[in-house]
């Protein structure tokens, strides 16, 4: 037995690294070497037994390994990672396990319990009310078991595994005019196995009603580890199995007398209206048992993974409606819009939600959702979303007018937008879908907009007057709220600002839970409507239900889970509301000097700590984050895993020591700093900054890998390779060498190093004869960037060639580095010298509102972006960044000024133009500027690919153990759409990386779009 000091919660089992183990500081008691599955030797660490759950820790893990295929994680950072949700909660768990299949459910759940240690169920992690934190075991089903086994487009089937995402079972679906009706705004990373979980609804919920609506039959795991098929059952089955000696026998044998007793409490006891997520469905299998059968699948929605763990669904589909029209009211008030929707009930739409001022203001503030305020109607203080469907367009757009009609007619709201067409509705849908994660981005440190009483709903008839009462209380307390909500079923999802790390909040926000529970009560409406119990709601069940529905709960969860395994505490027997809270557990952060700057309150903790674990970065088939977790299907590698990781760390009482640890680095090491999470997230949480600072201290500790500070000083690099042309192309050519470079620095063999031209851009910019046009616009300055400028002159030609017809004068700005190589690899000292070096360089001129422009978007927009966190009190820094402009932003005011005129007989008219944007591009400046351009070009028909990250992001893809990984990015999405392309498509891409990885992944040339715009101006035809 070793002796070892670690920096572990007392209590706790803890699994480190050696590395981990040498920084451990508390005292405690044994130590037990392993192997882990990927091969590495771990140091288990246990504290005093005592405090452990009984049979937690290396025993469990170590059985766990003996008979489950999937991964198993009982690490400190898999443990936080699995601690929380989109809740305000958190609870560690024991450990987490990846099953691989239904087996592996079973496993898990027989071996937990011969060690006396309950499992929960998890699909992606995005319940608002705290279901999936427990003190358990965690089956991850969304990794490995997420498949659709089978779609019956005739019977309008799907048999799916519980970890789908309901969006890649639409998209399956839809090949057949399909889809799954209950959509949740999390579609995109919400799994089936979580929507039957919590009964999820949605929007469309008025048409297509609650997962509890759709699900025909379930196989599950039982609380023994025994299986079971759930489905509607003749009293003749049910009976055959009650005969049986086994926990579903007993089920079967049970339930009809427990349903029997409390018949009469049951058809009274349940809220009237429909739109329930609360309590178990009683009254859903009372309504069976009634007509002859029991639908045991049905009860178990809802149950929130406290019965049984699905393994297996066999889920209704309907028909995909085939027009959708959108009308967007405008409304002066939040309850003038409420007010608006009986009319549109009146009209039968698919859906009518609400969004409120404090949503709109935080769309305007993010590139992604922009574009909404550029349509709306003066300054509303709130909108309603109607939404229509129909067989054909002309129905409905007859809803349109319908309801317009009607709204004029008693003059509700000021304004009715008319969103027809796909593209007029894209703006509209991203922002109502993201509408509660935008709210949640309006977090100030730990004040937050908090789940715990945004789930109630009424009949709509009596939104108006409950939504009234609801803001009186909320004013009586002083609580400002965030509104958004499905109003055509009465949801409300009201999320007022409350900060639990303050004295006195959390007894404030139980009063108002209270009191919203007695206002609920009195209007007949449900506390839960669709977000479930979790550990908000549970405790009111009581009082909600009454007192003989919540003890025939409490004797279904004995009957299904007679050792209280299933996710306990959930539902029945649950703690208080105030327990487990995340913020007001958590400590203050210990002081930590960055050399970066982290405006967040709380600096870089606080930085990590604006995830609210809301899952959007593990949606799959849009946008750009997260790419590697798109590839990996792995929590480690999302934004959520690697934010919570770093809070972790960095709530250690030596952070920086944490901050050097092998598994954080591990967790970091994936990110490719792409910076998608900066604009995607709706919290803004900038991963990109996080891994560089993060890394920076690793790198302290360790020490810099050589090849970090060979491309640290790419220019340098590229300089030397450039004024060795030829020979550098050759060497870089040479096999021998490459498998060298392989073996020595880490620089894959398999991928093509850039290759040098003959004439670098700044001797071609010297040697040029002047600009043809005079410079009317007066001074500009071009970043000679280190890569443009050494391997990829024609596109920094270009963009000179056509600023100079714009009437521009060009100055290259070619002294040194802008830094962004060296902050990728989180050498930040030398970035800040060379940020300062370059910002004494410019900041002159842009002062005097010169602008600077560059065709590279990582390295241009590292000006605009990092200067201020590497320069902080810098003055010149905000002037150099407010000058930074993308060159096709001025390019295209000189079009719209006529300064530059687009032939209609040009080389491109009559080309399909395929454009991949950067990643920083999209993330700091948009793509708006260079697509317009495009689309300027006569004849050239121009389509942006939402292909993700191309998986380059600069040295990452040429690092060897990055290399496959880079290049499934790549599979994703990217290379496919490029391949599908006819051959004479011509590909645009702003990144150098991208173009290189575009070339190296399908053989296509791609070039900067600016190149393709010079072409269409070749010869100077058009300019004047
Ligand atoms: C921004 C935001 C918007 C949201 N909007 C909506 C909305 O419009 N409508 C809505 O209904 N909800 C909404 N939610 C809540 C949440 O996204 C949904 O409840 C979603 O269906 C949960 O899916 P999940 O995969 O994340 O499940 P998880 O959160 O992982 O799990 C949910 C519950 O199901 C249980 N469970 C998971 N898998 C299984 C299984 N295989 N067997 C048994 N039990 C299982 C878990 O134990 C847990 O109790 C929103 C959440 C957020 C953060
Ligand atoms: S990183 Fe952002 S998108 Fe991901 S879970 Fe956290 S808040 Fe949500
Ligand atoms: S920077 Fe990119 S790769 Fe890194 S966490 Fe954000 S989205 Fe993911």
């Not at 089920?251 to 409490?265: F, K, S, T």
């Not at 009274?268 to 009683?282: C, D, E, K, N, V």
């Not at 009586?476 to 999802?493: D, E, M």
Request: charge should be neutral; glycine fraction near 10%; include cysteine.
């Amino acid at each position: 037995m070793t002796r070892l000091t670690a920096p572990h919660v007392p209590g706790v089992t803890t699994i480190v690294s050696r590395r981990a183990a040498a920084l451990c500081t508390a005292r405690v008691t044994s130590c037990v070497q392993g192997r882990s599955a990927a091969g590495r030797e771990e140091v288990l660490v246990i504290g005093d037994p005592a405090a452990e759950p009984a049979g937690a820790g290396a025993e469990l893990a170590a059985a766990l390994r003996r008979v489950v295929g999937g991964e198993i994680r009982f690490d400190s950072y898999s443990r936080h990672l699995f601690s929380r949700d989109a809740s305000m909660y958190a609870i560690e768990p024991i450990g987490v396990v990846f099953p691989r299949d239904a087996d592996d459910v079973a496993a898990t759940t027989v071996t937990a319990a011969e060690f006396g240690v309950p499992v929960l169920p998890r699909g992606a992690g995005t319940s608002l009310a705290g279901q999936t934190v427990g003190r358990a075991v965690v089956m991850d089903l969304s990794r490995h078991m997420g498949g659709i086994i089978d779609i019956g487009a005739e019977q309008r089937l799907a048999r799916v595994q519980p970890g789908v995402v309901q969006e890649q079972l639409n998209l399956a679906a839809a090949r057949y005019g399909l889809v799954f009706g209950p959509d949740t705004s999390t579609s995109n990373r919400a799994t089936l196995g979580g929507m039957i979980g919590n009964n999820s609804a949605g929007s469309q919920s008025v048409r297509y009603g609650m997962t509890i609506d759709h699900v025909l039959a379930l196989d599950v795991v039982l609380s023994d580890g025994s299986r079971s098929a759930f489905g509607p059952l003749t009293e003749g089955e049910r009976l055959s199995r009650a005969a049986a000696a086994t926990l579903d026998g007993a089920i079967c044998r049970e339930l009809p007398g427990l349903v029997e007793r409390h018949r009469e409490a049951i058809a009274t006891g349940f809220p009237r209206f429909w739109r329930q997520a609360g309590g178990y469905r009683l009254d859903r299998l009372a309504g069976s048992a009634g007509a002859g059968g029991l639908d045991l699948a049905k009860f178990l929605v809802g149950s929130e993974g406290t019965l049984a763990t699905v393994v297996e669904a066999t889920v209704q589909l309907v028909r995909a409606p085939r027009f959708r029209v959108i009308a967007v009211g405008h409304f002066a008030s939040v309850q003038a819009a409420i007010e608006a929707t009986e009319d549109a009930l009146a009209c039968q739409p698919a859906a009518v939600e609400l969004l409120d001022r404090t949503i709109l203001e935080l769309s305007r503030q993010k590139i992604e959702y922009r574009a909404l305020g550029s349509i709306l109607h003066g300054d509303p203080e709130a909108l309603l979303f109607v939404t229509f469907f129909g067989d054909t367009l002309a129905e409905a757009v007859a809803g349109l007018d319908r309801l317009a009609e009607r709204w004029r007619a008693h003059g509700h709201g000021y304004h009715t937008l008319r969103a027809v067409d796909a593209t007029e509705q894209a703006a509209l849908l991203n922002v109502r879908q993201a509408g509660l994660g935008l709210l949640m981005a309006a977090s100030t440190g730990a004040r937050r907009p908090l789940a715990f009483v945004e789930d109630t709903a009424v009949e709509p008839a009596r939104l108006a007057s409950y939504a009234s009462r609801f803001r009186r209380i909320l004013d009586a307390h002083g609580l400002t709220a965030g509104f958004y909500g499905h109003c055509s079923v009465g949801c409300l999802h009201i999320r007022p600002f409350v900060d639990l790390s303050a004295p006195g909040q959390p007894e404030l926000m139980r009063a108002v839970a209270e009191e919203v529970r007695e206002l609920v009560l009195e209007y007949g409406g449900v506390n839960s409507s669709e977000h479930g119990d979790g550990l908000a709601r549970s405790e009111f069940n009581r009082r909600v239900f009454g007192d003989e529905l919540y003890a025939a709960m409490q004797q279904m969860k004995r009957l299904f889970d007679p050792g209280n395994r299933m996710n306990p505490g959930k539902i029945v027997n649950a703690p208080a509301m105030t327990d487990h809270l995340r913020d007001a557990a958590q400590p203050p952060a210990p002081p930590l000097a960055t050399r970066l700057r982290f405006s967040a309150p709380g600096g870089m903790r606080g930085a990590a700590d604006r995830c609210m674990n809301i899952g959007l970065c593990r949606k799959a088939s849009t946008g750009v984050m997260c790419p590697s977790y798109m590839a990996t299907r792995d929590e480690d590698h999302s934004t959520r895993g690697r934010a919570n990781a770093l809070l972790h760390a960095l709530s250690m009482p030596d952070p920086r020591a944490a901050l050097g640890d092998d598994r954080l680095h591990g967790i970091l090491d994936l990110c490719l700093e792409c910076k998608a999470c900066q604009s995607e997230c709706p919290l803004g949480v900038d991963m990109a900054a996080l891994k560089t600072e993060a890394l920076a201290a690793y790198q302290d500790q360790h020490g810099v890998p050589l090849r970090s500070r060979m491309f640290g000083s790419i220019r340098a690099l590229n300089r030397l390779g450039s004024a060795a042309f030829p020979l550098s192309n050759a060497a870089n050519g040479w096999r021998p060498a490459r498998l060298a470079a392989e073996r020595w620095l880490g620089i894959s063999a398999a991928r093509p190093l850039p290759r040098f031209q003959r004439h670098d851009l700044r001797s071609w910019f010297r040697r040029r004869q002047g600009p043809a046009a005079s410079a009317s616009r007066g001074e500009l300055i071009f970043l000679a960037d280190s890569f443009t400028t050494f391997t990829e002159p024609p596109a920094g030609m270009a963009a000179i060639e056509l600023l100079e017809l714009a009437g521009w004068r060009v100055r290259l700005e070619d002294a040194g580095c802008c830094g962004r190589a060296s902050l990728s690899k989180g050498l930040l000292d030398a970035a800040r010298r060379m940020a300062a070096g370059m910002t004494g360089r410019l900041a002159e001129a842009a002062a005097r509102g010169v602008p600077i422009v560059g065709v590279e978007p990582s390295c241009l927009l590292t000006l605009r972006d990092e200067y201020a966190a590497l320069l902080p009190g810098d003055p010149r820094v905000a002037a150099v960044a407010a000058a930074t402009r993308l060159p096709e932003e001025l390019l295209l005011e000189a079009v719209g000024a006529g300064r530059l005129v687009l032939p209609q007989d040009n080389a491109v008219s009559g080309r399909r133009v395929l454009f991949h944007g950067h990643c920083h591009q999209k993330a700091l400046a948009g793509t708006a500027a260079t697509t317009a351009l495009l689309h300027g070009i006569p004849g050239a028909d121009v389509v942006e690919v939402d292909a993700g990250c191309c998986g380059m992001a600069g040295s990452f893809g040429f690092e060897a153990e990055h290399y496959e990984l880079s290049m499934s990015i790549g599979e994703l999405r990217l290379f496919p759409a490029m391949r599908a392309e006819p051959e004479d498509t011509i590909i645009a891409a702003t990144g150098v990386s991208c173009r290189q990885q575009i070339a190296h992944g399908t053989g296509r040339p791609a070039r900067h779009p600016l190149e393709i715009l010079r072409q269409a101006l070749a010869g100077g035809r058009g300019v004047r």
